[in-house]
């Protein structure tokens, strides 16, 4: 657990998590839209770390780390609250996880979004160096 601004806690226990209120959040992604509670309830307990941030009782933002807590962390819906954005929570969560124990000597970590590259650039996240080299397969 972790204070931010005095105000907020961030915790990575899962059975903290408020996920009738994620899936509220998760439901209007543009990368979910329409996810059911389930699949992210499935999702959440098979990630390395699934954790939220909390004004007193009230949970006001999500991520989760996709890792095989070795070599490779990706991170995936990471959403804030739309009345509690732009007060670093989003950065907060993700230092939380680069910082956590379980998580040190990657090679290296992953994310994809559409317009939110500033949140995670004053964090060290760049473009692919190399995006040749990466490949994807989307199921139909
Ligand atoms: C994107 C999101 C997670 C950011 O959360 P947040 O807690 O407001 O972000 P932080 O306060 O930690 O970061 C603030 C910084 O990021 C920038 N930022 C925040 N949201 C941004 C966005 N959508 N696009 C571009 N920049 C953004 C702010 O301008 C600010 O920059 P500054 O420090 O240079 O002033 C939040 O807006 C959100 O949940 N959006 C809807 C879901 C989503 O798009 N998730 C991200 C998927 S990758």
């Known amino acids: 657990m972790q204070q931010i601004n005095g105000l907020y806690i961030l915790d990575d226990t899962l059975s903290r998590i408020d996920f009738a209120t994620v899936q509220a959040w998760l439901t209007t992604a543009y990368w979910c839209k329409g996810i059911a509670r389930e699949p992210i309830e499935r999702a959440a307990r098979g990630s390395a770390l699934a954790m ?25 819906d990471i959403f804030v609250d739309e009345a509690h954005r732009g007060r670093g929570l989003a950065r907060a969560m993700v230092r939380f996880a680069l910082e956590h124990p379980e998580f040190q000597g990657f090679r290296r970590w992953a994310l994809t979004t559409k317009d939110a590259q500033s949140v ?3 964090l ?3 473009a692919l160096k190399d995006p040749v080299r990466w490949m994807e ?3 139909k």
Request: hydrophobic content about 35%.
């Open 137 to 139: 397969r989307v199921p």
């Open 52 to 76: 939220g941030a909390y004004l007193e009782e009230k949970q006001v933002g999500y991520l989760r780390v996709i890792s095989d807590k070795t070599t490779f962390g990706y991170f995936s």
């Open 124 to 126: 060290g996240f760049k």
């Open 120 to 122: 995670y650039a004053a």
